[in-house]
């Protein structure tokens, strides 16, 4: 079973930074389409942002210009750059991993979640 694996998580001022990143087990991830979540308590889960196999990225309107998301294949690793920190992106952020265009593989990967808190 392929398990992302959120890190980078924590307790940090507004106007602040925090880098998380997410690590892939086994051989998927240089065929995956890589995406960063969040879920704030009470709301739903939402996109952050995406970035396909090849590194085409998309942002949420509420995050671009702020986070900027990257991959290393050969870390396996996708990273969420997180700049000029708001109290409202307190979340949860998941890792989740999809099948790129082509890929006839289906699966949908979720990591465990890691806690971003941004106050004063």
């Known amino acids: 079973q392929v398990q992302p694996m959120e890190s980078g998580g924590g307790l940090v001022q507004p106007g602040g930074s925090l880098r998380l990143s997410c690590v892939v087990s086994?051989?998927?991830?240089?065929?995956?389409?890589m995406g960063w979540y969040r879920q704030a308590p009470g709301k739903e889960r939402e996109l952050v942002a995406t970035i396909t196999s090849g590194g085409s990225t998309i942002y949420a309107d509420s995050v671009n210009g702020r986070f900027t998301i990257s991959r290393d294949n050969a870390k396996s690793t996708v990273y969420l750059q997180m700049k000029s920190l708001k109290t409202e992106d307190t979340a949860v952020y998941y890792c989740n991993a999809k099948p790129s265009n082509g890929v006839s593989r289906a699966y949908n990967y979720w990591g465990q979640g890691t806690q971003v808190t941004v106050s004063a």
């Open positions: 086994g051989s998927i991830f240089s065929i995956s389409n």
